[in-house]
């Protein structure tokens, strides 16, 4: 991919930054506003195409792959008539059928997403369409089995178990493509032998590969860069690998990230197929400050923010697939439209990112990607839902360093209002017990208890007009 050149919980009523980026109406500031929330920085008109979606071929098996995959970690939720929160089967299933129909044909699910409920959902959806109709992805999440106790026999035996319910669930006799899910965590190369080699659970999904029980084997890699090359240098045949790529972690990835230049750059040597997730960095590149929006405006002023990132996630050929997790049906619509066809950026077009990038990484952002992995909170706190409402906040230059800034008083009473509406009281910041079992969990690494603690100083310091 060129770059720079001469330089280097279902959210249905939560509360999303609705424009462009550019400015905001108090209602989606307060968070209180009805209706869908759009998070894709801008309302994208024109008609959804039905045979123009661009597909990338997987070398191994010459699988026709859609270039917008379905991530199905966020699943649209409802809730009963007893007040709890259920999967919401229908319109799971009016989604499903809208992607297929307009030409998407990936499926990225895993048995923890959604409280567990996502892999099962996803099997109902899917299973009413005809099976060589799409590919299943899921993923081998043994990661908090490891390093609880347990024998290489078991925790072997209790992996086994999940791969099979994994079939079960997504009422089929083979996946497509297959994960180890989220290596590079834990302490690096000896957690991943303990998962995978100690206890012989990686010759196992070989041999199911060889069986075709298993159409594809890869692994998503968040964490030590170690473990991402001992995987890639051994003698393994990666049939494809999951990273996260977007325009600000291509070269300034943070926490247990690494730089997605490195990361493509090592899977395009050996001609492995990349599977790109968080293309919208949890939805902070669809919600962009004003300065950074007037750039991608001045050269095409019809485009969001989201299909800008989208374009820049999809460009590389060596991309198979990108994900998104498209709970609404205008997301949905909009991405489809960006890679029915792709129009891959061009030199012109990268130098704003770049520009862009610069002015992102000056921004305040907590670095969440609201992946739900630090989930559920043992105290009952939001904490996506936390830094979601201050990252939008960032977003549109609504947070405060003086009681002296312009508009204080409309910001002020904008950002609490909002973030009572957003995140109930019992679940904000002010709770949080500074526990650390959320932060162990965090693909980013962020410090969360010390995040959550600064918001809730800042949050503080508004209610009581204090000097900041």
């Known amino acids: 991919m060129k770059q720079k050149v001469n330089r280097k919980l279902d959210r249905r009523n939560f509360l999303k930054v609705v424009g462009t980026g550019v400015a905001a109406s108090g209602a989606a500031l307060y968070g209180c506003s009805s209706g869908n929330p759009d998070t894709t920085g801008g309302n994208f008109r024109g008609e959804v195409p039905t045979d123009k979606m661009t597909y990338r071929i997987n070398p191994h098996t010459g699988d026709k792959v859609s270039l917008l995959g379905y991530g199905c970690m966020r699943w649209p939720l409802r809730t009963t008539a007893e007040g709890t929160e259920e999967i919401d089967q229908e319109a799971i299933n009016?989604?499903?059928?809208?992607?297929?129909?307009?030409?998407?044909?990936?499926?990225?699910?895993?048995?923890?997403?959604?409280?567990?409920?996502?892999?099962?959902?996803?099997?109902?959806?899917?299973?009413?369409?005809?099976?060589?109709?799409?590919?299943?992805?899921?993923?081998?999440?043994?990661?908090?089995?490891?390093?609880?106790?347990?024998?290489?026999?078991?925790?072997?035996?209790?992996?086994?178990?999940?791969?099979?319910?994994?079939?079960?669930?997504?009422?089929?006799?083979?996946?497509?493509?297959?994960?180890?899910?989220?290596?590079?965590?834990?302490?690096?190369?000896?957690?991943?032998?303990?998962?995978?080699?100690?206890?012989?659970?990686?010759?196992?999904?070989?041999?199911?590969?060889?069986?075709?029980?298993?159409?594809?084997?890869?692994?998503?890699?968040?964490?030590?860069?170690?473990?991402?090359?001992?995987?890639?240098?051994?003698?393994?045949?990666?049939?494809?690998?999951?990273?996260?790529?977007?325009?600000?972690?291509?070269?300034?990835?943070?926490?247990r990230n690494v730089n997605a230049e490195y990361l493509l750059g090592e899977l395009e040597k050996r001609n492995i197929p990349a599977v790109i997730m968080e293309p919208l960095l949890g939805g902070r590149l669809a919600r962009i400050p004003a300065p950074a929006m007037n750039i991608l405006k001045g050269l095409r002023i019809d485009d969001t923010p989201a299909s800008w990132a989208f374009r820049y996630a999809g460009t590389p050929e060596n991309v198979l697939t990108v994900l998104s997790g498209m709970v609404y049906m205008e997301h949905l619509q909009e991405n489809i439209r960006t890679y029915a066809p792709l129009i891959p950026l061009n030199e012109e077009e990268y130098k704003a990112i770049d520009e862009v990038t610069e002015i992102m990484l000056s921004a305040d952002y907590v670095p969440c990607t609201e992946c739900q992995y630090c989930m559920p909170c043992p105290y009952g706190l939001d904490i996506p839902g936390v830094f979601a409402h201050y990252n939008r906040c960032v977003s549109v230059g609504r947070i405060l360093k003086s009681p002296h800034d312009e508009n204080y008083r409309n910001a002020r009473r904008e950002f609490l209002i909002g973030y009572d509406c957003s995140v109930p009281k019992l679940r904000q910041a002010s709770h949080c017990i500074g526990c650390n079992i959320c932060a162990a969990h965090c693909p980013q690494q962020i410090k969360i208890p010390q995040e959550m603690q600064r918001i809730d100083t800042y949050v503080e310091t508004l209610k009581q007009e204090t000097p900041f």
Not at 113 to 126: C, H, K, N, P
Not at 141 to 170: C, I, T, W
Not at 196 to 215: A, M, V
């Open 94 to 255: 009016e989604l499903v059928d809208y992607a297929i129909a307009h030409g998407v044909n990936y499926f990225d699910t895993a048995p923890p997403y959604v409280r567990g409920w996502s892999e099962e959902a996803t099997g109902i959806a899917l299973s009413r369409h005809p099976r060589d109709s799409y590919f299943i992805a899921t993923k081998m999440s043994n990661h908090r089995l490891a390093g609880q106790g347990l024998s290489p026999q078991e925790l072997f035996k209790e992996s086994v178990d999940m791969y099979h319910r994994s079939l079960q669930y997504l009422q089929t006799d083979y996946i497509d493509y297959y994960l180890l899910h989220t290596i590079g965590g834990g302490d690096g190369i000896p957690f991943h032998k303990e998962r995978f080699e100690d206890n012989g659970l990686l010759d196992y999904l070989l041999k199911e590969r060889e069986e075709g029980r298993i159409r594809n084997l890869g692994f998503s890699f968040h964490g030590d860069v170690k473990v991402y090359d001992y995987l890639l240098q051994s003698d393994i045949q990666w049939d494809f690998v999951q990273i996260q790529l977007n325009y600000i972690d291509w070269q300034h990835a943070s926490g």
